[in-house]
């Protein structure tokens, strides 16, 4: 356990810590013509399309359009650190022949407000986006695959993002630090979301997985990224009023929850273990439905859940006793247990079952 809340405040100490301050504001430089710098892309000696560097001087336009072609030839891709810490710019515009954006592209563009993707853009690289604190507006092409870590992170402005259904990945830290994030939209094709990728998000109102989700990871919506001790939960003004998790999650990892202001939850269908501290600081959630794949509920999973009093279970009183719960710090030992009936039971007892979609007790 130790080891755990260790490594907890050291990831949390590395994102917090990690150079968001590299860049000082600027005022903005005037606006004029500029060339953009290239590099040939080779195969077998002869140039077949190019990379993009940034400007040719250490200038910037407020509106930036990414050329499709150079000498007739292609760019694919955006290099790493082509724009970065350029403080003119406002706007940036992908064309359809970029494929990858490079690793701190546009790390720490203190204006810039808009991204719009081209259609062929397959990967977001690690940092591209982050530190960007007036960035409002993101609209991603339809063939994007991968979101890289810290891509996003600490984009303050950003309130709301619709993802493609062509995303498979969301990478450590993406989104860490968007304090103002209302709406995440996750499509079915997304198959992994890593550790902490929404940590910190803490205006987010709904979080609803898609089922082809198969893997999330540590930390990935804690409201109060950073924060692992045991002290009360912070502000609980913004409600997460709807949470969905995955029917094909098997487990729920540590701190994955951790101080959201969820109202109440199902847990998938094909979970098998909550982790601990997995919800711990949920000082708002009511009822949580537990299905019959759970096996282990580890210590401290339900830690300061004061408000829990309800626990739908989707099996029997004899299914329930068998799981292994942690004796430590966990607020789902007090509170009711409800078991299914698909009928309305002859004798007494706690049981409940679905009225559209809602468990209701008998």
Sequence with gaps: MKFRIFAAVSLFALIFAFGFTACEPREKPPIIEVDFKFTDITE???????TIDGFVDRVSLADVVIPDSHNGLPVTAINEKAFYCNPGIVSVTVSDSVKTVGKEAFYGCANLKSIK????????????????????????????????????????????????????????????????????????????????????????????????????????????????????????????????????????????????NISSVRIGKKVRTVRYSSFYGCGLLESVVIPVSVMRIESYAFYKCESLSCVYYEGTEEEWGKIIIGKN?????????????ETRPETGGN?????????VSW
Excluded at 329 to 341: L, P, T, V
Excluded at 351 to 359: D, F, S, T
């Design 117 to 260: 993707f081209g259609n062929e853009v397959v990967t977001v690289g690690e940092l591209s986006f982050a530190d960007c604190p007036v960035l409002e507006t993101v609209d991603f092409g339809d063939k994007l695959k991968s979101i890289e870590d810290y891509a996003f992170s600490q984009c303050v402005s950003l309130s709301s993002v619709v993802f493609p259904s062509s995303l498979e990945s969301i990478g450590e830290c993406a989104f860490v630090g968007c304090e103002n994030l209302k709406k995440a939209g996750l499509n079915e094709g997304l198959k992994t979301i890593a550790d902490c990728a929404f940590g910190g998000c803490k205006s987010l109102k709904e979080f609803i997985m898609p089922e082809s989700l198969t893997s999330i990871g540590w930390g990935v919506i804690m409201f109060e990224a950073g924060s692992v001790g045991f002290v009360p939960p912070g502000d609980s003004s913004n409600k997460l009023t709807k949470i969905v998790i995955s029917d094909n999650i098997t487990e729920i990892p540590d701190f994955a929850f951790s101080k959201s």
């Design 44 to 50: 077998n000696g002869e140039t077949v399309g190019y």
């Design 329 to 341: 710090g966990n607020d789902i030992s007090s509170a009711d247990k409800y078991f299914y009936s």
């Design 351 to 359: 049981y409940w079952h679905y009225e559209n979609g809602v468990p």
